[in-house]
């Protein structure tokens, strides 16, 4: 069921300088509300696949599928009319197009997210300068949430298999934005390299540290190597938190379930300057971040001892307790 504890209350506006909707949260209260919804509540009509593979349709997914379709084939147009054009410097007209589609996706699935935050990056554009931009990422969700938030130009960093997902893979190649083959070592080598690029001619990258989507909405452990960018060209990490994506639209889903409106929300955190930290301290830094303002629910899972450990630990204790303890007295001879 779903179960909504404390609900903090916000006030939506309109920014003067575009179209989100920005929350004010009245203080920094956790939040501890859930939106996930049991599969009895889904009503899934359409099961493709059988347990861990399975992906299911209810009827709020065949809308969004249907809007998919809708707004598909204008997007796909755009991206062919603008692909042509000269001086679009960085592909920006180009993925400009993706980032309207986002906006009109969003709001015809009642799903347009509220921001809040540092807002005065995003106002700024590209005028603020290069930086990494980085969020967790715990559905598909993720990606237009994104795009409807950050105005800057700015380039993905995404896995390969995404070049083959209709317009998104299109949007993706065209606009020159950075795919990585995970199990390619030549492929992450120049990932790296095309990231430090764009950051040096000030280009905004967006990634995701967990490396991929986390199937139950916690965040899990940063892979390495991403952190090191910001390092190299001493540029500032911009966190990104994103809420609730995951119970709008969960991993076993091939569309959202549910609307995202009151539900969908984005938390832009101060930068955070990269010059003379490791990527160790990084990563803290970043992970810190996005705990502040990450929904309880999603906040990483303590790791269960397997039965293994159990009997290790309990060996060692049964050990210990057999060894005199440190503060017996003894007789010493001299």
Known sequence: TTVQAFVPQQRSLRSKTSDLKVAVPPGNELDTRSFLLSREEVKPIISLGKEEKEKVVNLFGLWCLAVSLITGPVWMLAMKIVHGMENDENRALYDKTGKIWSRVWLTMTNSYPTISGNLERLKAGNDAGACLFVANHASWLDIPVLCTVLDPVFKFISKAELAKVPCIGTQLSGGEHILIDRDDRRSQLKTFKQGINYLKKGVPIMAFPEGQRSKDGHLMSFKGGLFAMAAKTNV?????????????MPGNSLFPVQPGAGKLHVHVHDPIDASGKSEEELAALVKASFLQTLPLEQHPLEKIPSAEELLALSGSQA???????????????V
């Open 319 to 333: 050990t210990d307790a057999a060894l005199p303890s440190s503060k017996t007295n003894t007789t010493v001879a």
């Open 236 to 248: 500032p990490i911009v966190p990104i938190t994103l809420s609730h994506t995951h119970a709008v």
